[in-house]
C-alpha cells in the first residue's frame, strides 16, 4: 500500500463511521499564541475542546500537516541521522468532541489497523500502553480487544511529578488532559531495543504508530484535576511511520514517498547514491521548506521566517557537501508537486512562488557560504581541543548567517562540540531577537469563562436595544460604577470586534441611569467584548442598554477595508498570482497591506494598481455577500487569507465589475464600490525578505492627502521661484547645479590633499629607517584624510602616515603604510593604539586604517606618541 492510499484508507474508513473529514489546516496556526507552528492533529480543534468554539459536528477525522522544527517542539537536529525524525510530517487523526470515548475509540483504532478490509497488520506484532491506573482501558483492551495483558504496559508517572507520564498527555500547563494509550508495532529480534517501559525502550524495535488521548479533565492552575463535562477524543498517527509498517521497511525514509523524493534530488544533484545522510536531509527539507512557503510563510531573520531560513540553509549546506555548486535545493519542487500535489492542491497553486522563494534564498546564502566554511575549517585546525569556542560559533552566525544548528551538524561530522556557553554569552541581544519566537506560552484557564455566545448584528445595522450577559472589572464579574475600567458582553451587538484586520468599533452603551464609553471591541472565542470606561451609572448583568456604534469611524474604516479587497486583487492581476495578503491593517485613517514579492513595485506598477482600483470605485457596483461553505466558496474562486481562521460556513465576499475581487472575509464593508470614493496609494516599501508594504487612503482622507500633496508643491515651487506646473523642472535645475558644484568642491579638495601632501612630506621624520609623519588637518572630512594619507605614500617611499581632524567634539584617524613597510609596522595595529589614546576605537588593513575618538583635548599627545611607538614596534 502506497503512501497516498494509505492516506486515503485512513479517511475513508473514518468518514464509513461517521466522521466529518476536514481539510488539513495551515502550518501557521491561526490566532494562537501557543505554537510557532502547527505541530499535531488536534491543534485546529483546540478551541472545540476547550469549548470555546462550536462545529456542526461531534465527529471528525483529517490527515494534518506539521513542522517540528522550532520552538519547544524541535526535531531538527535530528533530522537526517536517525529513521524517524521529521522536519515535516503527516498526522493522521480521528477526534470526537463530547460524542464516543474510550470503548469506541480503542476499537475504532484497533479495527483500522488489524481489519481484513483494512490494514490486517498481525495482532501478535502490536503492543499497547496505558496509564498506569487506567483500569477502564485495561479492561477494554484485554476483554474486548483479546490483547494479552502481557503486552499491555502500564506506564505511571516517570517524568518526576504527579500526571507526568509519557501515557498522560496534557495540552499546557493547564487545560484540558487526561490519560492515553499508544499502539507500538513490533518490528522483531533483528533490530535492537525492548518493548516500552523497559530499560532498552530508546531501541527502535518497538515503534509507536498510534496514540488515543482521553481528554476527560481541565488541569486548574493549582494543579487540580477537574472532570470536563464532555470528555473528548484527540487521536494521533504519523502517515510516515504506518506506511513504513505497511511497506514492509523500518526506516521512514525507505517508503515509496520519500525514495522518489530521494531518487529526484540524486538526479538533480547527479546521480548521488540515495542512501546518502544529506541526501536525506535535502529529501525532508524540501517538504517543510514547500509547505511553510505555500503557507505564507516568507524566510527572514525573526520568528518563524528565520526557523525557514535554517531549514533552507541547512538543504543549500548539505547539497554543497554533496557537491552542488549552484542553486539547487528549488528543483526539488516540482518532484513534491507531482507526489503530494494531488492531496495538497495549495501545492500546485503556489509552485512557481516556491521555486523562486527558494532559489532566491539559496543565492543568497550562496554568497556568504564559502567565506563561512572557510574561517569554520581555519578555526577547526587551529584547535587545540575538540571543542568550537563559542565566539567562532557566533561569528559565523553574525557575519556569515550560519545557525548554530549548521555549525554543529558540520562539527558532529568532525567528531567535535561546541562551546554554547560561550555562543550563548556573545549572542546577546540577537540571540533574544532570534529565541523571541520560541517563547510561546499560555495559561489555558485564563481566557475567560462565558456561557453562550454573541449574536453580531452589525451587518444590517449600526444601533441596538440590547440586554447585557455579563460585566467584568478587573477580570472579576461585578457591578460597574462609575469611573471604573471594564468588560461589558452582550447577548447581541451591532459592534465589530477587530478581526482581519479591521480595528474594533467604539462608540457608546446607554441607558436612563448610565453610560459606558467603548473605546474597542475585541473578541474571546464567540463573544463581543466591549472594552471601555463607565462614564456615569452603574452597569451589571440583565441590564438593557442602547448600543450606538461611532458611525463615522465605522463608515472610513469600511471604505478602507473594501479597498484593501480591490486593492488585493489589482496587484495579483498586474504583479501576477503569486502575491498573497501578508498581513494588514484597516482604520478609519488608512489602510496597510503586506503581501508577497521580490522586488520594489515600479512606479509605473503603482500608477497602474491605483487606476485598476479606482475604475473599478467609478464602476460603482454592488458588492454583494453570501453565506456558503469553504467547498462551496473555494468553487466560486474566493480567496482566503493568510493566518484566519475560518469556521464551517463563511462569508464570501465579492465587489467590482465581473467579480473583481471575491474574497472570505468578516468585516464590514461598503454597499457599493462607489462608495469608496477615491484611492491614493501613499507610499510602498519592502519590510522583509520577500515581502512588500503598501500604504494607501480612501474617501475624504484621499482628498486630505491630495490637499496637503498639492500645499507641499505649491510650496516647493515658492521657495524655487517657480509656478507650480513648473516646479520640477526648476527643483531638477537646481539638483543638477548642486551636483556639478560637488564634483567642483571635490576636485579643490583633491588639489589641496596634494598640496597637504608636499607640505607634510617636507615635515617627516626618520624613526628606524621609516619615513614618519603625525599630523593634524584643521577642516578636513574622512575622504580627505584618506586621500592626503595616499599623497603622503607615494611621497614618502618607505614610511608611515597618520593623519587626524577634530570636527563637533569628535576625532576623525587615518593612518597609512607604504606597503613595503607593511612588514614591519601594520596600520591597523597603529590606529587601534591610537584610537585608545583619545578614547575611540579603530582597526584596518596593514597599509591603511580608520578610526576615531571622543577626547579631542588628548590628540595632540597621541600624534606625538606616534614616532615612540614605532620605535617599539620596529627595534
Known amino acids: 500500500m502506497k503512501t497516498a492510499q494509505l492516506r486515503q484508507a485512513f479517511l ?162 493547564t487545560g484540558p488532559c487526561g490519560p492515553c494509550t499508544e499502539i507500538f508495532f513490533d518490528h522483531g529480534p533483528d533490530v535492537a531495543g525492548g518493548p516500552p517501559g523497559s530499560p532498552e525502550e530508546d531501541g527502535d524495535r518497538y515503534i509507536e504508530i498510534w496514540n488515543v488521548v482521553f481528554m476527560q479533565f481541565n488541569r ?115 518532484a513534491l508537486v507531482d507526489l503530494m500535489g494531488e492531496a495538497f492542491p495549495q501545492l500546485v497553486r503556489t509552485q512557481a512562488q516556491i521555486e523562486r522563494v527558494l532559489q532566491q534564498e539559496e543565492e543568497q546564502f550562496a554568497k556568504t557560504l564559502d567565506k563561512g566554511l572557510r574561517l569554520l575549517e581555519q578555526d577547526i585546525a587551529a584547535l587545540d581541543a575538540k571543542v568550537i569556542p563559542g565566539e567562532t560559533v557566533f561569528a559565523l552566525y553574525d557575519t556569515f548567517g550560519f545557525p548554530v544548528d549548521l555549525t554543529n551538524d558540520i562539527a558532529r561530522e568532525r567528531g567535535l562540540t561546541l562551546d554554547y556557553d560561550g ?38 445595522q449600526i444601533d441596538g436595544h440590547e440586554k447585557i450577559s455579563t460585566v467584568l472589572v478587573g477580570g472579576e464579574e461585578k457591578t460597574a460604577e462609575a469611573g471604573d475600567e471594564a468588560v461589558i458582553v452582550l447577548e447581541r451587538t451591532p459592534f465589530y470586534a477587530e478581526s482581519g484586520g479591521q480595528v474594533g468599533d467604539t462608540g457608546l452603551l446607554t441607558w436612563s441611569g448610565g453610560r459606558f464609553q467603548v473605546k474597542d471591541t475585541r473578541k474571546d472565542g464567540s463573544h463581543h467584548l466591549h472594552v471601555g470606561t463607565v462614564i456615569e451609572g452603574e452597569f451589571f448583568p440583565g441590564l438593557e442598554v442602547d448600543a450606538h456604534i461611532d458611525h463615522s469611524r465605522r463608515q472610513a474604516t469600511a471604505l478602507n477595508h473594501s479597498a484593501t479587497h480591490l486593492l488585493h486583487a489589482a496587484l495579483r492581476r498586474i504583479l501576477g498570482e503569486h502575491v498573497t495578503q501578508k498581513g494588514s491593517l484597516v482604520d478609519p485613517d488608512k489602510l496597510r497591506f503586506d503581501f508577497s514579492h521580490f522586488e520594489p513595485v515600479t512606479p509605473e506598477q503603482l500608477r497602474e494598481i491605483e487606476h485598476q482600483v479606482n475604475e473599478q470605485i467609478q464602476a460603482n457596483t454592488p458588492v454583494s455577500t453570501e453565506l456558503t461553505d469553504m467547498e462551496e466558496a473555494q468553487r466560486k474562486g474566493a480567496m482566503a487569507l493568510f493566518g484566519e481562521k475560518y469556521g464551517d460556513t463563511v462569508r464570501v465576499l465579492s465587489m467590482g465589475k465581473d467579480a473583481y475581487s471575491v474574497e472570505l472575509c468578516g468585516g464590514t464593508h461598503v454597499s457599493r464600490t462607489g462608495d469608496i470614493g477615491l484611492l491614493r496609494i501613499t507610499s510602498e516599501s519592502g519590510i522583509s525578505s520577500g515581502v512588500r508594504r503598501i500604504e494607501a487612503v480612501t474617501g475624504q482622507g484621499a482628498l486630505a ?47 589641496l590633499a596634494n598640496s597637504a601632501g608636499t607640505d607634510l612630506a617636507s615635515m617627516a621624520i626618520e624613526v628606524n629607517g621609516l619615513q614618519v609623519v603625525a599630523a593634524e588637518l584643521p577642516g578636513a572630512d574622512r575622504k580627505a584624510l584618506m586621500d592626503t594619507a595616499d599623497q603622503l605614500k607615494n611621497k614618502l617611499g618607505e614610511g608611515v602616515v597618520v593623519l587626524a581632524s577634530v570636527e563637533d567634539g569628535k576625532v576623525t584617524l587615518v593612518a597609512g603604510v607604504t606597503k613595503s613597510a607593511t612588514g614591519r609596522v601594520k596600520a591597523g595595529d597603529l590606529m587601534k593604539y591610537l584610537a585608545g589614546q583619545v578614547d575611540g576605537k579603530g582597526g584596518g588593513r596593514p597599509d591603511m586604517a580608520q578610526g576615531g575618538g571622543n577626547d579631542p583635548a588628548r590628540l595632540p599627545g597621541a600624534l606625538e606618541s606616534v614616532a615612540d611607538w614605532i620605535a617599539k614596534a620596529t627595534s
Open 220 to 334: 486548574a492552575a493549582d494543579g487540580e484535576m477537574q472532570p470536563l463535562p464532555k470528555p473528548s477524543v484527540d487521536t494521533g498517527m504519523g502517515l510516515e511511520r504506518i506506511t513504513a509498517v505497511m511497506q514492509g521497511v523500518h526506516s521512514n525514509y525507505e517508503i515509496d514517498l520519500f525514495q522518489d523524493l530521494l531518487a529526484a534530488a540524486s538526479d538533480i544533484l547527479g546521480g548521488i547514491a540515495t542512501t546518502e545522510a544529506s541526501l536525506r536531509v535535502v529529501a525532508d527539507h524540501i517538504r517543510s521548506c514547500a509547505f511553510l512557503i505555500a503557507d505564507g510563510v516568507m524566510p527572514s531573520n525573526e520568528g518563524r521566517g528565520f526557523v525557514l531560513r535554517r531549514i533552507i540553509r541547512r538543504a543549500a549546506r548539505h547539497g554543497n557537501k554533496l557537491g552542488a555548486t549552484e542553486p539547487f535545493f528549488y528543483r526539488l519542487t516540482g
Open 705 to 751: 492627502w491630495m490637499e496637503a500633496t498639492d500645499k507641499a508643491l505649491r510650496e516647493v515651487a515658492g521657495l524655487v521661484k517657480a509656478s507650480r506646473d513648473s516646479a520640477v523642472e526648476k527643483v531638477q535645475a537646481l539638483v543638477e547645479r548642486s551636483r556639478q558644484m560637488e564634483k567642483e568642491l571635490e576636485q579643490l579638495k583633491q588639489k
Open 12 to 173: 475513508d474508513y473514518f468518514k464509513q463511521h461517521g466522521h466529518t473529514v476536514v481539510p488539513s489546516s495551515s502550518l501557521v496556526p491561526a490566532d494562537d499564541p501557543t505554537l510557532l507552528f502547527t505541530n499535531a492533529g488536534m491543534n485546529q480543534f483546540k478551541d472545540v475542546f476547550l469549548g470555546r468554539e462550536a462545529r456542526d459536528y461531534s465527529r471528525a477525522t483529517s490527515t494534518q500537516k506539521c513542522v517540528r522544527a522550532g520552538g519547544k517542539h524541535n526535531d531538527l537536529e535530528n533530522v537526517g541521522y536517525t529513521a524517524r525524525h521529521h522536519t515535516f510530517f503527516e498526522m493522521l487523526g480521528n477526534f470526537s468532541f463530547g460524542d464516543y470515548f474510550k470503548r469506541e475509540a480503542i476499537n475504532f483504532a484497533w479495527t483500522f489497523l488489524t481489519g481484513d478490509q483494512w490494514l490486517s497488520l498481525p495482532k501478535d506484532k502490536l503492543w499497547v500502553t496505558i496509564y498506569a491506573t487506567d483500569d477502564e482501558a485495561f479492561d477494554i483492551w484485554t476483554r474486548e480487544m483479546g490483547v494479552p495483558a502481557e503486552r499491555i504496559v502500564r506506564i505511571g508517572d516517570n517524568k518526576g511529578a504527579p500526571y507526568a507520564s509519557d501515557n498522560f498527555w496534557q495540552m499546557g500547563d
Open 423 to 460: 555562543y550563548e554569552k556573545a549572542m546577546n541581544a540577537q540571540r533574544e531577537r532570534a529565541r523571541a519566537a520560541s517563547k510561546f506560552g499560555i495559561d489555558y484557564n485564563a481566557g475567560l469563562r462565558l456561557e453562550g455566545r454573541t449574536e453580531f448584528t452589525g451587518y444590517e
